[in-house]
């Protein structure tokens, strides 16, 4: 009699002929197919498979539905909640060779490209067309993996995000079916946006092998401001008249006071210690002008002080070197201390409400928490500094995520703006979701009956 | 022994208490209740039910699920696919009732209305704070009516449709359970997209009874002006090149040669008979002016003969109604006939070959189909003037339409833009979606297992 064969076996040894060495499970391997940049504890897989095609997608995912062999998707393992970690085991499905551009169209700014090619390399394909593609988030991270989690990036004040720009997707569902959603088409009104369901669900209603994206023309010129207020307040309110006036606003980040100290505590700068707010205008030359010189004066009636405006290309890009040197700052007031980023969005009305609530529960513990914000989008990042091994800290930190997202909620916001649930917000979605949260569920059990597909993210079954 | 009772009547008899005269199967009521606007034949219900709250919605909604009565959702019945009539029977559940705004924010440039507010309405609610809701499509329709279908309108091309437009809503599922999806956040990544999932399933899968919907600032200025071109390609070259300049483009309307000579038949006009455009930019004032400098320039580099540039608002007025008047003169190219109207969706870059193409075969018949175009988004509608009387005519026109949405789809398109598939349509979503239309199809029986929500729309189960 022979011993039983483990499922994963058994679609370990049915896979071997295709994948060869694409298919392993070294130690050293799983050990990087986790999500390394999460603040929560890594999980690995037990096995490491490479896939080159949809087709090859479509054999792992049928074999592993016949198993019950969960599967979760990998791309550049940028995800910042676990979506990437294998807490109950299974295959990490490496998607980072399917990295071709499959087409540019110019003439109707679109185009289409595997999942694992990242928003930089289609950036530098596309840089003779004089086209772009707008979401800028800070990762280097798999535009298959970034439709995953919906993600947004600075510019989508101006772009939208993943969910704007994405308009169609190949996928293989759970049994492995093969689906394509949407088209080329601007818009179309045939039926269920299947599009959709699959932008944001991080993988656990199939996997996504290809994306046509809408893609932007390069602005003509640019112009980058900073400037410093007395109040949060009064920064939001600059913003919302701005964005009333429809000004051809590019970018609008905030940092807070604690950030912009740690700013000058790591650069070495003198600047004021204030709530900050970086503008960037982008358009015509003309465009670019005429709305520059109205946000100064706008800018100016709400009480800004210190408005910087580059004078050109090289002082633009310094004042954003401070913008991004942010995390580092933030990081450098705690060495050694990775940090948990929250991510609550809200209706930008309510942004002073809720900074100032959740400052205001920060105060009252010892956790640093320096906070920048995409605050045209009403979206804000505050990272908490605390020490992953002490569990006081540890149960501190998760306290003040916990407060900042029901406050968030309170306000007509949501968790997660752009980094998304996976292990880290599944506590959160029964408050932000109600009911609706049972339709999720419904919706997977629909797709993935087995539950093979990233299980045990987003939400529990 | 009592005689069974019908389905209908036991729904009906549940509902009398709560509705009163508000329920009626009155003949003159329900002959009211199917889509008039349609080139299809009037399927009216058993029964009209007027719903005043989401209540009411989910207590109509519990009882037909129990009973297995069809439910038709109907708002202000202006769809043109048969979407509201009632083929298998069953209720009309009208919602023009629900017509209350129930929150503006124009901090947020949002706002919450009930689903049976009109367009109009909440523009008329709008015009004191500067904001309004940029999807203005031809027909008086409710917003839960076009958020049902994914309607778009002129703007579409700088605004987006309804689906970028729908922030979140209060859907009433097939069983009575009232979900929230989506909410006042500018984004977020928290869980699957439901909002999305509703919009376009044209209560195939719920009812629609509040909406979130995002506003836009008023422009400070406009300037249209109109031209024509030798042939379709040139103009939609023109185009082109103004979307990838950025330009501020506000409208972008097309109207072919036949669309011409009718608009000069029935208005006693002498423009010229040949492909026309309307463009209209909007912004700051500056912004126009400059852009309009760019625009003229390049249209003339493309080819462009008599631009007629509207020198103030009364004049570009003028200019929109000539454009607005196309509907009304390809009709009286045949009266007493009201048209099928085409809507399929390409790539821009494909417009020309699709235009040529589907003229070439209508052409060959005897029937005159004037066309006009949404040219920036690649949808255009071609109104087939036939004779529903006329078995002949109708077969013909039918095929006309056939061979028109399979060169669409043949180009990367959509059979419909902004109409939605309704009765219409059906037959032409298996080659549209392949296999994805039996994920559609899954969906459906998921979220609605009995089958009452809008039933034989979109597909046949």
């Not at 792992?60 to 062999?69: D, E, K, S, T």
């Not at 299947?194 to 112009?223: K, N």
């Not at 306290?399 to 900042?404: E, G, K, P, S, W």
């Not at 880290?424 to 797709?447: N, S, T, V």
Request: proline content about 5%.
């Amino acid at each position: 009699m022979t011993r039983p064969t483990r499922p994963l076996d058994a679609v370990l040894s049915a896979l071997s002929p295709t994948f060869g060495d694409r298919l392993s499970t070294a130690q050293a391997l799983r050990d990087q197919h986790v999500a390394a940049e999460s603040w929560l504890p890594p999980a690995p897989p037990d096995a490491v498979v490479m896939a080159r095609s949809t087709d090859e997608v479509a054999q792992v995912l049928r074999l592993c539905h016949a198993h019950g062999v969960p599967v979760v998707p990998f791309g550049a393992g940028s995800s910042i909640e676990g979506q990437v970690n294998a807490p109950q085991g299974g295959i990490s499905l490496d998607l980072s060779g399917m990295d071709r551009v499959l087409a540019v169209h110019p003439e109707d700014m679109d185009c289409t490209v595997q999942c694992g090619v990242t928003r930089q390399r289609l950036n530098e394909d596309l840089r003779a067309s004089g086209l772009f593609f707008p979401v800028d988030l800070g990762a280097h991270a798999s535009l298959g993996g970034m439709a995953s989690t919906r993600a947004s990036g600075t510019t989508t004040v101006r772009y939208g995000s993943m969910r704007e720009l994405v308009l169609g997707l190949t996928v293989v569902l759970p049994d492995g079916r093969i689906v394509r959603t949407g088209g080329r088409a601007r818009k179309s009104a045939a039926g269920y946006d299947l599009t959709h369901l699959f932008v944001g669900a991080e993988g656990t209603l199939g996997v996504i092998t290809e994306l046509t994206l809408r893609l932007a023309g390069i602005p003509e010129a640019a112009s980058t401001l900073m400037c410093s207020f007395d109040d949060i307040g009064a920064a939001t309110a600059a913003v919302v008249t701005a964005l009333q006036f429809g000004l051809c606003l590019n970018r609008i980040e905030l940092a807070d006071a604690v950030q912009m100290a740690a700013i000058n505590a790591y650069g070495g700068s003198t600047l004021p210690e204030a709530p900050t707010l970086w503008i960037e205008l982008a358009g015509s030359a003309a465009t670019v002008a005429h709305d520059g010189a109205t946000l100064h004066g706008l800018l100016e009636g709400a009480g800004a002080a210190r408005i910087e405006r580059a004078k050109d290309a090289g002082a633009a890009a310094a004042l954003w070197r401070i913008r991004h040197s942010a995390l580092y700052a933030a990081r450098a007031l705690r060495p050694g201390i990775k940090g948990m980023s929250t991510d609550v969005c809200v209706p930008i009305s309510a942004l002073p409400a809720c900074i100032e609530g959740i400052r205001a529960v920060v105060e009252r513990t010892a956790i640093k928490a320096p906070l920048i914000g995409h605050v045209g989008d009403g979206n804000f990042h505050m990272v908490l500094l605390f020490d992953a091994e002490d569990p006081a800290e540890t149960a501190e930190a998760s306290r003040i995520n916990a407060a900042l997202i029901e406050l968030a909620l309170s306000l007509g916001g949501t968790s997660t703006g752009e980094h998304g649930v996976g292990l880290g917000k599944k506590a959160y979605m029964a408050a932000e979701h109600g009911p609706a949260l049972d339709l999720m569920r419904d919706l997977k059990r629909c797709i993935d009956p087995a539950n093979i597909m990233n299980p045990g993210k987003i939400f529990d079954l």
